[in-house]
């Protein structure tokens, strides 16, 4: 569908903006005196235009254009402050209703209908028909038949012989005959329709063959004269199928061509593997095949009779429920249903039935699915759910597959398509794969590049997956871990600490239910990766040489000048004995008052640096609205001071350190609380802003070693500190892990 999107301002051009729904939107400026222009070039060329303007003007500007609303373009008016959307012309017919609905979804806001039945929420024929593809027949008829519709709230409906096509909305009823009905469902060539209308779906298929060269115009008459021989309505042609010698034959080209039909090639194994008591052919004897018209028609549907030949050109027909039908692969993301795409959003709403895995229906907001066919499965029913959806696609339905993250990355899509082949046509909607939702909690930890590697060894043999590792620890780069099954972790896992620690991989992040509202980060030294800490929910991303830590934020350096650089020839961040250029330290105990320190926060990173300031022997005030429940309980038993608030400038007026651990976005108003007082800070989120930090610290007897990088590189001080503690021997718990775990 080609949008034209006309704006007049720089205001008008931010809404035009927010409203263009795919690259193929046209955002177009109408400088003064342009608007004539502007329009006529677009009214044949889109197939909607939208006016980010005044009611008025869009009115202006279409009068003249004006002239039949089943050719008519879409017209819709959006303000220039997006209160709301007017679908002016082309409601129905022209698409307008539904891209009007797309178009406020993506503002926020609400259309403003003013058709009848699209205020009383109801499906008018004229819609419908919009909708399926389907033509209209009868167009004079629908003011009387949208008018029942209203009063009545329900039209009767007559569906013809041997047709099959998706449920209709609830408010059209079947009838046993055509003389009791308000709409008519049909392919056939019926007689006038009287005070109805008829709606004709492009529910046959047709199979064709001719010999080489011959002539547009004979093709033409005798495939008419097929459809004549059955009663078929040119357009109920939903496809014209051929052998694939025959697809680029200029005749059978150009009547597809004329139809608004795709010519699709059928290879030579479905024709051979699709059974009939075809007619006696010629192909036979030239091609080895019991023909080409009757079984690629029959390939798709039910034949309606024997094939149609003269003149060098073979026809015959055949009641397709595939054609009206469609399967969508769909990556719903890692969860979150605001990771759903816009596309997949509108996939789900139009279909008629939904399949997947239980998990990934249930996170769909009821609303999406109410209905629908709705089937859930469990997991290791893959093959099953997508002949499933297959099945259902092949009754004509629009169904909906369900494959969590991106369905071409570990996912469905390749099952799919494999299955399907000639059977259901199949398009896939991308999805957002979990590693890319764990890059955007944990920093930008893959800006030069990222390995994803799956761990299960179901579907392929573990020399496969261990060959998969080897390469991406020998990358150096970010890798991303999936599917932790259960079945031999352990060992798994001790090959990829091995693995990876050879290479110089330090750290593993462990993300679990990433997106969604119960999502958990945490970090450890990549030798302390165990199978206990892991389950299926839970992607393992491994930061690459190039990755900083900051705060608790990581960081690949993509080479700009402002980013701190590596003295390391191999560019290498976090490795013991690396020269990181940083800020001197003064490393230093404290004693007595001295170790009276504020926390500002209660959230994780709070958590993590207080464990460590109270192993220390610290004093410790915590100004936060709330606190994460470990924190509570510590407040609770006395071990640490807690005032329900947002910390203040007598906070750091009175103490001499503080430790700020806020989120990024409150950092700021944190700092300017404390400048001009005398109070020392540790900003978490902000090296550049710290007086001191913590460092990564570990018991040796009666003596504590700690090792900092200023906050440059903790990954660094953490392996350094591993490394010394080995030689001294000592204990770390998890209490003074400093900047180990920050």
């Given at each position: 569908m080609i949008v034209a999107i006309l704006y007049f301002s720089h205001r008008g051009q931010g809404v035009a903006e927010r409203l263009a729904l795919s690259p193929e939107d046209r955002q177009v400026r109408v400088e003064r005196g342009g608007l004539r222009a502007a329009v006529e070039s677009w009214w044949t060329a889109a197939d909607a235009i939208v006016f980010v303007s005044s009611l008025g003007i869009a009115v202006r500007a279409i009068a003249p254009y004006l002239s039949d609303k089943a050719d008519d373009p879409a017209v819709i008016v959006v303000p220039e402050d997006a209160s709301c959307v007017v679908p002016l012309t082309g409601a129905h017919l022209g698409g307008g209703r539904d891209l009007a609905e797309d178009l406020a979804a993506r503002l926020g806001t609400r259309p403003l209908h003013t058709t009848a039945s699209d205020r009383a929420g109801l499906t008018a024929p004229d819609l419908l028909a919009a909708r399926r593809g389907w033509t209209l027949i009868g167009r004079e008829n629908l003011p009387r038949i949208n008018a029942r519709?209203?009063?009545?709230?329900?039209?009767?409906?007559?569906?013809?012989?041997?047709?099959?096509?998706?449920?209709?909305?609830?408010?059209?009823?079947?009838?046993?005959?055509?003389?009791?009905?308000?709409?008519?469902?049909?392919?056939?060539?019926?007689?006038?329709?009287?005070?109805?209308?008829?709606?004709?779906?492009?529910?046959?298929?047709?199979?064709?063959?001719?010999?080489?060269?011959?002539?547009?115009?004979?093709?033409?008459?005798?495939?008419?004269?097929?459809?004549?021989?059955?009663?078929?309505?040119?357009?109920?042609?939903?496809?014209?199928?051929?052998?694939?010698?025959?697809?680029?034959?200029?005749?059978?080209?150009?009547?597809?061509?004329?139809?608004?039909?795709?010519?699709?090639?059928?290879?030579?194994?479905?024709?051979?593997?699709?059974?009939?008591?075809?007619?006696?052919?010629?192909?036979?004897?030239?091609?080895?095949?019991?023909?080409?018209?009757?079984?690629?028609?029959?390939?798709?549907?039910?034949?309606?009779?024997?094939?149609?030949?003269?003149?060098?050109?073979?026809?015959?027909?055949?009641?397709?429920?595939?054609?009206?039908?469609?399967?969508?692969?769909?990556?719903?993301?890692?969860?979150?249903?605001?990771?759903?795409?816009?596309?997949?959003?509108?996939a789900i709403e139009e279909a008629d039935a939904v399949v997947g895995y239980g998990l990934y229906v249930d996170l769909l907001p009821p609303s999406w699915i109410a209905g629908k066919i709705v089937e859930r499965y469990s997991m290791g029913e893959e093959e099953l759910r997508v002949e499933r959806a297959i099945r259902l696609a092949g009754e004509g339905l629009d169904v909906v597959l369900l494959s969590g993250g991106d369905p071409v990355l570990f996912g469905l899509a390749a099952l799919a398509r494999s299955l399907a082949k000639d059977r259901v046509p199949v398009r896939v909607l991308p999805g957002i794969t979990a590693a890319q939702a764990a890059g955007a909690i944990l920093g930008a930890p893959y800006t030069n590049g990222l390995v994803l590697v799956s761990l299960s060894d179901y579907l392929q043999p573990w020399p496969a997956v261990r060959r998969a590792l080897r390469g991406a620890a020998a990358s150096g780069m970010t890798t991303a871990l999936y599917n932790p099954v259960k079945r031999g972790l352990d060992d798994k896992l001790r090959e990829v600490r091995n693995l990876f620690s050879e290479n110089g991989y330090e750290l593993a992040c462990l993300v679990r239910n990433a997106s969604r509202v119960d999502a958990s980060v945490r970090t450890l030294p990549i030798g302390q990766l165990r199978a206990d800490l892991l389950d299926m929910r839970t992607l393992v991303l491994l930061p690459g040489a190039s990755v900083l830590r900051e705060g608790d934020l990581f960081l690949d350096r993509r080479g700009y000048g402002s980013e701190p650089k590596s003295q390391d020839p191999k560019g290498g961040a976090g490795c013991p004995g690396d020269a990181v250029e940083g800020p001197s330290s003064l490393m230093i105990c404290l004693h007595g008052a001295a170790k009276n320190i504020l926390v500002a926060g209660g959230g994780p990173v709070a958590l993590r640096k207080v464990r460590t300031l109270l192993a220390s022997g610290a004093a410790v005030r915590v100004a936060a609205p709330e606190l994460v429940p470990e924190l509570a309980v510590m407040a609770a038993e006395g071990r640490l001071a807690w005032e329900r608030r947002n910390v203040a400038r007598d906070d750091f007026e009175r103490h001499a350190f503080a430790l700020i651990a806020l989120p990024k976005e409150e950092t700021g108003e944190a700092l300017a609380l404390a400048d001009g007082t005398s109070c020392l800070l540790d900003c978490c989120s902000d090296v550049a802003a710290c007086d001191w930090s913590l460092a990564a610290q570990f018991r040796s007897g009666a003596f504590t070693i700690g090792v900092s990088s200023g906050g440059i590189s903790p990954s660094g001080s953490a392996a350094l500190k591993k490394r010394l503690k080995g030689i001294l021997g000592g204990t770390a718990p998890e209490e003074c892990m400093g900047e180990m775990s920050s």
């Open positions: 519709l209203l009063d009545e709230r329900c039209l009767r409906v007559w569906i013809g012989n041997g047709i099959r096509i998706a449920p209709l909305p609830p408010e059209y009823r079947p009838v046993a005959s055509p003389g009791d009905s308000d709409v008519i469902v049909s392919p056939n060539r019926l007689p006038a329709p009287g005070d109805r209308v008829q709606l004709v779906p492009r529910c046959v298929v047709a199979g064709t063959g001719c010999r080489k060269g011959v002539a547009p115009d004979v093709f033409r008459t005798v495939f008419l004269k097929g459809l004549e021989r059955y009663g078929i309505l040119p357009e109920a042609v939903g496809e014209i199928r051929t052998i694939p010698e025959k697809t680029a034959e200029i005749a059978i080209v150009a009547v597809a061509r004329e139809l608004g039909v795709a010519v699709v090639p059928v290879a030579r194994e479905t024709i051979l593997a699709t059974g009939g008591d075809f007619s006696p052919s010629a192909a036979q004897r030239r091609l080895g095949l019991p023909g080409v018209a009757e079984p690629c028609a029959a390939s798709a549907g039910t034949l309606l009779g024997p094939r149609l030949a003269e003149n060098g050109v073979t026809v015959a027909l055949s009641l397709s429920p595939a054609v009206p039908g469609r399967l969508t692969v769909l990556g719903t993301g890692p969860g979150d249903t605001g990771s759903v795409t816009l596309s997949g959003r509108g």
